[in-house]
């Protein structure tokens, strides 16, 4: 069918890889990272240069279609004329999180954001962004006409600036005024953020088209990419994804938009017609490196510690809120110990308290999902402590399903490559269109160009899984003892 490319801009690089269109076989990458900059402001030109560096030397030869994956949660403000007013605000912008407060009690709370958008405000949010522009730079926030996300942007530029603006519904359902469930733009809360309306890109389906570079290059839907990573996995209704940075974040595959009155739930929608609902977690790999420290090693030795001890690391527990928690929703306190006796003092139990107390909070989340009628068959593990022995061996027992190790691969830019073969198949009259409204809202889901799963190592709970369970009933029965009904009966 031809070649394609998946483009991922993501916080501090460019990755792109060209596919073969039918196989999915990678035949070039290419890399760049962004010019450094401090803060949480961007120029949006760096991903602009970036991108150029990282395209070079030909990569894009016989390209025929380009899917764009970027950050998420980005804000690029512009003026009449298209042009930036401000650098771009990306990130978990600490200084708005008093504007994410003001936001949620001027809608009348936590409540009537889930029922709206899916979401409850957090700094992270574009919505809430526009309210710290109107607060803080009420000249800049007068001139805004126009807002983008990163991967908006970047199509728009590789299109050459057409009148068109366009988005996807998984991008969109990031902003804090898009719905996941009515499959709609929320303007009134932009108006409630920013003080007045601006202009918002097209929400197009999962495999539309945003046009035709002056080259004749499609330019597929584009994506955030966290959904652009779950379509480059091909993990689909029955999986989810558990991913391992300092913080953690756990999302299914679903077939419906999930409200949740608490917020613990945020509704996003993925790159094919279907739901992502994702929980974060405070607290992930930040309670292993702490644990190193504290014992005088790294993350493998703290594994080869760990795997010197049993399950239930000889009693102990630790409950892993060393910055706070969101899940549960405990954000003033601080993580802990139990259950030390003097035998279990030892450098190899402590190790494998900290990997089952990181995992059972992780755990805690995929719960929540479950609570809410999200089936979990096998579980995704992604980041580099995934690859640890401790965490492979405790991990299956602990979320009672089957691990999924994918190998290292920049799967956002796989997505992305993937999104742009669809698209092109459509084009081309070879694949079957996504539908991008029915009755009620939502979107058909049809099936994708066929690629091949990620390359894996698979862990079953196999005939560790009554031990398995049972350390983790041992972790909820010292997690509710000490935070009582830090979860309510829904999860």
């Known amino acids: 069918m ?6 991922d801009s993501s916080s501090a690089s460019t990755q792109i890889v060209v596919c073969d269109a039918e196989t999915g076989a990678v035949i070039r990458q290419g890399y760049a990272p962004h010019p450094v900059e401090k803060g949480p402001e961007v120029d949006p030109q760096a991903w602009l240069m970036s991108l150029g560096e990282a395209a070079g030397n030909g990569l894009l030869e016989g390209v025929q279609a380009i899917g764009v994956s970027a950050q998420q949660h980005g804000l690029v403000p512009l003026d009449t004329e298209g042009n930036l007013v401000r650098p771009a605000l990306v990130g978990n912008d600490k200084r708005a999180q008093s504007a994410a407060a003001d936001l949620v009690d001027a809608l009348g709370g936590r ?12 700094a992270a949010h574009p919505v809430t962004k526009l309210r710290w522009l109107a607060r803080t730079e009420p000249e800049n926030a007068a001139r805004i006409v126009e807002v983008m996300q990163p991967h908006d942007w970047l199509a728009w530029q590789l299109l050459g600036r057409p009148a068109r603006r366009t988005t996807d519904r998984g991008g969109a359902s990031t902003t804090g005024f898009w719905s996941a469930a009515t499959e709609s733009y929320r303007p009134d809360l ?23 570079t002056p080259e004749g290059l499609l330019i597929s839907a584009g994506t955030g990419e966290t959904m652009a990573a779950a379509f480059g996995l091909g993990v689909g209704e029955g999986d989810a ?12 595959i679903h ?42 090693t790294d993350l493998e030795g703290l594994s080869e510690l760990a795997l010197k001890s049993s399950p239930g690391a000889y009693g102990m527990v630790m ?9 549960p929703y405990l954000p003033h306190t601080a993580g802990s110990l139990h259950g030390m006796r003097r035998e279990s003092m030892r450098p190899e139990h402590l190790a494998r308290a900290a990997v089952e107390g990181m995992l059972c909070g992780l755990a805690d989340a995929l719960d929540v999902l479950r609570g809410r009628g999200v089936s979990v068959r096998r579980v995704f593990l992604l980041g580099a402590a995934a690859e640890l022995g401790a965490v492979q061996a405790a991990a299956p027992g602990l979320f009672g399903v089957q691990v999924v190790v994918p190998q290292p691969a920049d799967y956002a830019a796989l997505g992305a490559a993937r999104q742009a073969a669809w698209a092109w198949g459509v084009a081309h009259g070879t694949l079957a269109r996504a539908t991008e409204h029915v009755p009620g809202g939502g979107s058909a889901w049809v099936d994708p160009p066929v690629w091949p799963a990620a390359a894996s190592q698979v862990f ?30 829904d999860s």
């Open 319 to 327: 409950l892993p809120y060393l910055e706070g928690e969101r899940t």
């Open 111 to 122: 409540t009537a954001w889930a029922q709206a958008v899916g979401a409850v405000p957090q």
């Open 255 to 296: 077939h419906e938009a999930l409200a949740d009155p608490s917020g613990t739930i945020t509704s996003f929608a993925d790159a094919t017609g279907r739901h992502l609902p994702v929980v974060h977690t405070t607290n992930a790999v930040r309670v292993l490196r702490g644990a190193a420290e504290m014992l005088g």
């Open 190 to 212: 932009i108006e409630l953020a920013l003080g007045h309306q601006v202009r918002l890109p097209e929400v197009l389906g999962p495999s539309g088209t945003a046009g035709f």
């Open 241 to 252: 994804v558990v991913s391992l940075g300092a913080s953690g974040s756990v999302f299914g």
């Open 2 to 7: 031809g070649i394609v490319a998946g483009l």
């Open 460 to 489: 079953e709970p196999g005939d560790e899984l009554a031990v398995g369970q049972a350390v983790r009933q041992q972790y909820v029965s010292v997690r509710d003892e000490t935070h009582p009904g830090a979860f309510g009966a």
